[in-house]
């Protein structure tokens, strides 16, 4: 019984429900006990939709990111436009061994926007402080859309991108970089994102990757693709590159 008064009190809390309610990213609001947790652990989400992604974390495999202690206060789920369906997510506390410690499981609701939010032909403009801002470059211009990809060149895009998730897990860089960049050639900005964060020293230091020489340059280059692909962290990574 020891272990199981111990799996309950390390248990994730979050949402019974989450509902995008037609928004592209969402609050994934993980709550975890500010105490007694083994050192170094951390939290796998899985059963995300395969096109969905995470603001903070990586892929391990598909529709399933792992995700420090520390970045679950701002966690978001991105969500490609008009995707609809319901998800089972199942949120596991693990690890470093990868042994599951506890989990959760929450539904994550994927429906159109209600009536009653104004349609983006609609929706108020922006204020003329932030129109000017943007004119004069003081603030980034809103990201390009995702292009839209054949089904077919995006499912082969996105195994591209798990076979270079693998590499990077397990610290070839180099191979991981050459699978990132044949999915950007698809046009995947997912793949964009992932080369880009091989390069930039956060998140090489969140990924505690040894061994690679960072390069912001080549990382504020492969995330201006990102966002060129319509990865919508694209701005935030910039903007914390910048910073």
């Known amino acids: 019984t020891g272990s199981t008064d111990t799996a309950v009190s390390l248990r994730p809390q979050m949402p019974a429900a989450i509902r995008s309610n037609g928004a592209t990213s969402v609050a994934l609001d993980i709550k975890v006990p500010d105490r007694d947790l083994p050192s170094n652990s951390f939290i796998r989400v899985r059963g995300l939709p395969e096109a969905a992604s995470l603001s903070d974390g990586f892929a391990a495999a598909a529709g399933t990111w792992s995700v420090p202690i520390k970045a679950l206060p701002h966690l978001k789920i991105n969500l490609p436009p008009a995707l609809t369906g319901q998800q089972v997510l199942t949120v596991q506390l693990v690890s470093t061994e990868g ?137 935030e990574r910039l903007a914390r590159l910048t910073n």
């Open 99 to 235: 042994v599951v410690l506890a989990e959760g499981q929450s539904s994550l609701i994927l429906a159109a926007a209600s009536p009653s939010q104004p349609s983006p032909a609609t929706a108020a403009p922006a204020p003329a402080a932030k129109r000017d801002a943007v004119a004069i470059g003081k603030l980034p211009t809103p990201a390009k859309p995702a292009p839209k990809l054949a089904p077919e060149e995006r499912q082969r895009g996105e195994k591209l991108v798990a076979q270079g998730d693998r590499y990077l897990e397990s610290g070839n860089i180099a191979v991981a970089r050459a699978y990132y960049q044949r999915a950007v050639d698809i046009g995947l900005g997912l793949a964009a994102l992932r080369l880009a964060a091989t390069y930039d020293p956060t998140e090489l230091e969140r990924l505690r990757v040894q061994g690679v020489v960072p390069s912001p340059a080549d990382a504020r280059k492969w995330y201006e693709r990102a966002r060129e692909l319509g990865a919508p962290e694209a701005d």
